[in-house]
C-alpha cells in the first residue's frame, strides 16, 4: 500500500506539526536546523489558521489548477523559512538529492515543509494525481491519474457502480 506523501496526511488530520517536526529532525543531517526544530518541538504553535488555509488551496489548484496566487503563497512561506540544497544527477533528476535546511528561528518553517513537500510531489506527479474524494472529502494521491473516489468503499457510497 502506497502512504501518502506528508501534505495529504496533514491536511486529512492523519498527522500533526509535532509528527511534521519529528520526522525533520529524524532525517536532517543539518545540525543548526536540528536544533531550531528541537527548541520548538515543546512549545509548537498553532496552526489552525494556516491549515485552513492549505486546505483551501489544495482545494482551489485541484479545481482551477496551478496560477500565480498559488505559487505566490507556497512561496510566502518557502523562500524566508527554507533553504534548498540539490545534489547528484547533472542533467538527469535520476538520482538527484534533494533536502532544505532552516534559514533561521521564528520563521513559518513548520509551514514551509509542508508546501515544500508539496511542490516535490507535484514535480514529479504532476497536478492530476492529487484528488479530493467526493464523499468522504479527504485528500489522496495513490490511485492515480483517473480516479475519483478515494477507496471502494466510497466508490460504493456515491451510488456509481462503474
Not at 492549505?54 to 523562500?79: H, P, V
Not at 547528484?88 to 528561528?105: L, M, P, Y
Not at 511542490?119 to 479527504?138: I, S
Request: net charge positive.
Amino acid at each position: 500500500m502506497k502512504i501518502e506523501p506528508m501534505f495529504v496526511r496533514y491536511a486529512n488530520g492523519q498527522i500533526d506539526e509535532k509528527y511534521i517536526i519529528n520526522s525533520f529532525i529524524k532525517s536532517s543531517d543539518n545540525e543548526k536546523s536540528k536544533e531550531i526544530a528541537k527548541k520548538i518541538r515543546d512549545e509548537i504553535p498553532a496552526l489552525d489558521l494556516f491549515k485552513r488555509d492549505f486546505i483551501n488551496a489544495l482545494e482551489d489548484i485541484i479545481d482551477n489548477g496551478i496560477n500565480n496566487q498559488f505559487i505566490n503563497y507556497i512561496n510566502s512561506y518557502m523562500k524566508p523559512s527554507l533553504e534548498e540544497y540539490t545534489e547528484g544527477s547533472g542533467a538527469s533528476r535520476t538520482g538527484e538529492k534533494r533536502w532544505v535546511i532552516i534559514k533561521e528561528e521564528g520563521t513559518p518553517w513548520i509551514e514551509a515543509l509542508l508546501c515544500y513537500n508539496l511542490t516535490l510531489f507535484l514535480k514529479v506527479n504532476g497536478l492530476q494525481d492529487l484528488k479530493k474524494c467526493p464523499v468522504c472529502t479527504k485528500f489522496f494521491s495513490h490511485k492515480g491519474k483517473y480516479a475519483k473516489y478515494c477507496s471502494e468503499t466510497c466508490k460504493g457510497q456515491s451510488g456509481n457502480k462503474r
